[in-house]
């Protein structure tokens, strides 16, 4: 095809006309068809990687493990992930997300399966280790893929939708598994997203392109809406002193709003179980009741995010605003889950904490591809690292200090205090691009 630059001069670039808000954007072109295999790849992810909450209650009866041994299986999947962020992200930038996500992806799907074949506590770690392995490139790469394939004032909508379908992804697997559990035992759903897995990766091997003019569809018209640097898929040096510099504010705050989140993944469905009594069936309904409030925190995250940037031109009020509302507000409905016990308080408070939570996820996402486009990858692999350490160590002493106080006010009390440091952080962090990246500024 042809790919011939527009006569507009490169540099800060005004809005194109035929980039709109919502989903008008990626209706009849190429990168809708991207964004939608992206988010596919994200609920995918999040079902391999949270279908063991559910089965926590059984696997832990049939396998004999304690609140600690099971912590340390919760936690094991975030060892590997939060070390393999940066370095996955340097291969999704200098391979491309074709490769990468193909190979990674055989490697999740390989796990998730093996996970359903554990016998005792050390296969079923090592299981979960080999899991976070294959997914730890995964985020930061797709992320490399978004920051080639959207355009600078679609990013937050694009990172919004995406982690609104890995939020489905959590919201739909508690009635998944239970639904496995009760027609064969909790080993299936492992089985069945293992297969699932490997069919996302025969998709996206054929059907994505790591430069939008490689792709064989994509129409002059459609390419003429991305800035000219995003054309094609190349590889530069990193500046990592400047990278760090700005990316490590993030990721402490990518920390603090994981360790919640890790909270919500891993331990509600035991939460609803032990604190109210609930069977199966209930407490999988209650945790998916919270989890829906994620998808919507998500998409409306971006979205808020990219309208307020077109309304101000400003990324700091834009990206600042959403995670300072975010924290503070997912801070404020937690406290109530502290001193009062009720079933409902309990599954609306939750609820409305993790709507506020979801709403600062697809700008903590989108700010390593606002401060550095070039690199997104590694500056979403920097980023969350904060993420897979929280990982590490949320779940973990969770279930150490659920064992420890026979209480669920501490642990959850841990989560407020963090939720509040990471808000007072977001008032530092600067998202406009490194001077060596293009200056791309909505109208």
């Known amino acids: 095809m042809n790919t011939t630059p527009p006569s507009a001069a490169v540099g800060p670039r005004v809005k194109n006309p035929a980039t709109h808000t919502g989903l008008d954007g990626f209706r009849g072109r190429v990168r809708g068809r991207v964004l939608l295999l992206l988010c596919a790849m994200y609920f995918i992810t999040y079902v391999d990687r949270v279908n063991i909450a559910t089965a926590a209650p059984f696997i832990k009866q049939d396998l004999g493990l304690s609140n600690s041994e099971l912590g340390m299986v919760l936690s094991a999947f975030a060892i590997p992930y939060a070390f393999f962020q940066i370095f996955g992200g340097l291969l999704g930038d200098r391979f491309g997300p074709r490769k990468v996500l193909t190979v990674v992806g055989i490697i999740w799907a390989i796990a998730t399966a093996a996970t359903g074949f554990s016998i005792g506590l050390a296969s079923l770690f090592a299981a979960r280790?080999?899991?976070?392995?294959?997914?730890?490139?995964?985020?930061?790469?797709?992320?490399?893929?978004?920051?080639k394939w959207m355009p600078p004032d679609r990013r937050g909508f694009a990172q919004g939708i995406t982690h609104a379908a890995s939020r489905l992804g959590n919201a739909v697997t508690p009635l998944l598994v239970a639904g496995c559990i009760a027609l064969y035992d909790w080993r299936l759903s492992f089985w069945l997203f293992g297969a699932i897995?490997?069919?996302?990766v025969f998709f996206?091997?054929?059907?994505?392109?790591d430069s939008p003019s490689d792709h064989p569809k994509m129409t002059q018209a459609e390419l003429d809406e991305l800035p000219r640097e995003q054309w094609k898929h190349e590889h530069k040096r990193v500046p990592w002193r400047?990278?760090?510099?700005?990316i490590l504010p993030v990721t402490f705050v990518d920390f603090c709003y994981g360790w919640s989140l890790w909270v919500f993944l891993t331990w509600i469905p035991s939460f609803f179980e032990k604190s109210y009594g609930l069977d199966l069936k209930n407490f999988a309904l209650f945790t998916t009741l919270v989890l829906c409030a994620g998808v919507v925190g998500d998409t409306?995250?971006?979205?808020?995010?990219?309208?307020?940037?077109?309304?101000?031109?400003?990324?700091?009020?834009?990206?600042?605003?959403?995670?300072v509302v975010g924290l503070l507000g997912s801070l404020v409905f937690i406290m109530p889950v502290l001193f009062i016990h009720d079933l409902w308080v309990a599954a609306i408070c939750l609820s409305l904490s993790f709507f506020f939570l979801e709403l600062t996820n697809a700008v903590l996402w989108a700010i390593p591809m606002d401060i550095a486009p070039r690199h997104s990858g590694v500056g979403g692999g920097l980023m969350n690292t904060g993420f897979g350490i929280a990982g590490i160590l949320s779940p973990m002493l969770f279930g150490f200090m659920l064992d420890l106080t026979s209480s669920w006010t501490i642990p959850f009390a841990v989560s407020a205090t963090l939720l509040f440091i990471g808000a007072m952080v977001s008032l530092g962090i600067d998202p406009r691009p490194m001077a060596e990246e293009p200056q791309q500024a909505p109208a």
């Open 300 to 323: 409306l995250g971006g979205m808020l995010s990219d309208s307020l940037l077109r309304r101000t031109n400003s990324l700091k009020l834009a990206r600042r605003t959403n995670l």
């Open 242 to 246: 400047m990278l760090l510099k700005r």
């Open 129 to 147: 280790l080999a899991l976070g392995f294959g997914e730890g490139a995964t985020f930061p790469t797709a992320t490399h893929a978004m920051a």
């Open 204 to 209: 996206w091997n054929r059907e994505f392109r």
């Open 197 to 200: 897995s490997l069919i996302w």
